[in-house]
């Protein structure tokens, strides 16, 4: 008698003690997290004298050579702590958004990201205002095309990192005639074909393809797009939907043609001179991925001596010889023509105006039409 | 009296710790991702409210029902696979291996010691285009496209591979239970080689029969890493959608909603599997 | 378990006549010899079907590729052997998982074995729900469990996503498989030793420290090796808690979109040597444990194996 009823006095005590647990958590979930109100933090950086300390950055994998980091160590004293894991711009966003709106930034000063993820964050209020006047190189030197983007017209929280074209790459023997996003839906090369998981870069190239203005795309004309990749990727047409990963689907023979990116094709004709860039008959599309300083970084000012060293051409003809994309500092061309003259001669690299006369820049979406657009496009990449 | 009240007390302080981290750690997590699968989304912000929203499951469901309907198809043949490749070797480790036993069974664990995603993306190697086993599949017939990477096929073989040993070892212990004098005594009593397996292998053996199809069938179904490397544009498992609106398109409550399903469709198979088939393979023996 | 078997062979053997004498001519005789071969080589070829990607692994960490990509055979070279620890990001990714493996091992091993010991030595109320607690995270999906504990990190609000969440998390995952591993040792345990030990006037402590703790170590030290191979190789939870930490599968995850490169394969080989010796001398200590205490002669490997999944 008396065990059994200890024993339920013990359950009993257990159960209280986790219905309490219970209340104290769900109490403390009130107000914060993802459920909650929202506090947007937007402040000026307060830059001190010189650089020193230490200077965390994260960036997307290759894309520096061995030599900027080090040099820059050298020429400022700051220890560089140069982190390789930004791998999806969502991805990267969804991890860190917890800590921003908290006003952290998980120790990083330099955030690298993409044009229309830079745009949303201005506009949540993750970013700190640059102090320009810290940068001289940045103003002297950044490329007059990309001064007043508009989702930052006066450049006051980003620093362009590098810019890209977004077309074809193909494999020149395996599918020759391969020049216009519309030769991605050619039947001859079924099951051979991969597409960019990017909505912004592949639904407008395929709305070139049908012939709409980009810059002037409705909802309607979007989804209309996604339907005709949604009608490819399910009848096979398309092999599948990749980032950078296309380049092994090229090199090992299991796709013949993608859509991919400019400097990207430089380093896989290393591998494989076969493989070669082509311009859309269309025109591409055109991208620029950004240094940001992010709400809560620690030592903005070791950050903008970093942006600010970058931008120096001699510096950032470095960089350019080894990611092969294209460089939005002006006199770059000029150092490599003495060094390397062959790249110097890379339209890929240094494109001309005419080469790149019918590209586009990327969309930015907004507000329920970007909502609906990417559900779509997501439906279709989780097929 | 005194001792037994010790005793009981000592029972639930042994109990707290691990009770404790599984009840914050996993029950309340559960009760968290049910309330935001009933969340909206406040408007043009990354916050949510609760709103008994519904509709986030119809919505779910209907963008994601292939996927769904594909993730218990593939898990499914692939844990028959599982069983029909598992067998012969769990039935030769436990009766014929002799002192070929030990190592036998060191080469169904190996593949644990290699971490999933390399193995995963050996596989991705092994049945690309250019790999001699895709071109004696496709001599044979069973591709006849000339290739195996992205398809449905590559994925089941994936996952095939990746959770065979869930399924050996399990067959394994309970075929090496059996008393042989058992299958000896059928012998002699003029029982043929097939009967004997019929009749009274197969059936002795059928808690690890249960136990690895449990095994296998349930870390299948949620699997995306084999989806997501061997896989082509029409492969995605529920898995490889719950995993992107989780994190990268950040849409929490149609992502728990799936999950939600997800978890209480594997737990009705589950069940009306168990009942079929007995429960001691999972719930494991009671204390005597 | 004899019994049972027995009854159920005698059963069926009372509906007469299916094994005939006719089965046993020339032909029939060649036919079961060539059926009870075709099982072995059934299960040779299986073996070998398990080992190829192991194979392909070993192979290609001694790849030289032209370019960034690992994917086709280019050229043998040992320059990746030979500096397995070049890539700084991969190196911190495998000392990152480490860490944490040991750490939600030790962590899993003690509160799990915790819970074994009460549920099979203790009669309490409440075990049922225990026992419920304890396999329910076994049949869950990893994704539901990476995807609820993140929602429960997301709306707690924690900020800060990285070593202290993977660590909840994979102890979290652990300690089911502990409890299960280490509770199987339990039951089959001899208990006369343990009444033998208090006949002779040794306290409940004593007894445990002296007779039983050491009896059921090879459980515990099976657990703890099993909780580590869980940890290590956790990918799917890990990648929705780990915020910007990043381990070893991750590393790889991240790294397969721009190509892997040969250290991956090298660090993966490496990571599996160890294990297998590791396992080695695991089953080594406890073929020495049983043969001092022989309780149970007839232990077998598989055991020792994987135990928990048996």
Redesign the interface.
Known sequence: METSGSAKKGARRLAIALAGLAVAVGLAACGSGIEGPVEATGAKVELEKKATGNLVISNWPLYIDKKTVPNFEKATGVTVEYHEDINSNEEFFNKMQPLLSAGESGGRSIFVLADYMVAKMIKLGYLQELDKTAMPEVAANMSKALRHPPFDPERNYSVPWQSGMTGLIVNKELAPEVHSICDLFNPKYKGKVDFLNEVRETVPLVMKCMGIDTEKATEADWMKAIAKIKAAAVGGQISRFTGNDYAQDLTSGNAVAVMGWSGDAVQLQIDNPNLEWRMPTQGCMLWSEDMIIPVGAPNPTAAEAFMNYVYKPEVQANITEYVNYVTPVEGVKEVLLKREPKLAANHLIFPSASFTKNCSPTPTLEGKEEKNVIRAFDEVLNG | MATALRRRSLAYLLLAPGTLWLVIFFVIPLYFMAKLSLDTEIPGTLHYHFTWAWSNYKEALQLYDTQFVRSFIYAGIATLLCLIIAYPLAYVIAFKAGRWRSLMLFAVVAPFFTTYLVRTLAWKTILSNESPITEIFHAIGLAPSGHILYTGFAVIAGITYNFLPFMVLPLYASLERIDVRVLEASKDLYASASSTFWKVTLPLSLPGVVAGTLLTFIPAVGDYVNAEFLGGANNRMIGNVIQSLYLTQSNYSAASALSFVLMAVIMIVVFIYIRFAGSEALMGQEAV | ??TT??T??SE??ITP?????S?ETGPARAW?WL??HA??I??VL??I??????A??FI?SFNNP????N??WVGFTLSHWSHPFANT?LTEAMLTSIRLALLATVVSTI??T??A???????????RI??F?????????????G????????????????FTTLL??H??FC??FV??VV??RL?GFDRSLEEAAKDLGAGPFTTFRLITFPLILPGIFGAAMLAF?LS??D??IS??N???T?T??LY?????????PVE??VV??I??FV??AA?GFA?WQQRRAERMTSIRPEQ???DI??PG??
């Open positions: 378990m004899s078997a027995t159920a062979v069926r053997d006549g299916r094994g005939s004498l089965a079961r059926r009870e099982v072995n059934a299960a299986v073996v079907y398990l080992l190829i990607p192991i392909v692994i290609f032209a370019g960034r990509y994917f086709t990001e509160v799990g915790m819970m010991i009460a549920l099979v030595r203790h009669k309490f109320v409440g075990r225990a026992n607690l304890i396999v329910i995270p076994m049949a869950t999906p990893e994704v539901v469990m995807a609820s504990l993140l929602s429960f990190f997301l709306v707690l609000g924690t900020p800060a996503l990285g909840i998390a102890v979290m300690i089911s409890v299960v509770r199987s039951i191979a290590i190789d990918f799917v990648n929705f780990s915020g910007t990043v070893f599968p790889i995850f991240g790294a397969a979109q721009r190509g892997i991956v394969y993966a080989m990571l599996f294990t297998v396992m089953t077998e490997e598989a194996v994987l999944i048996a």
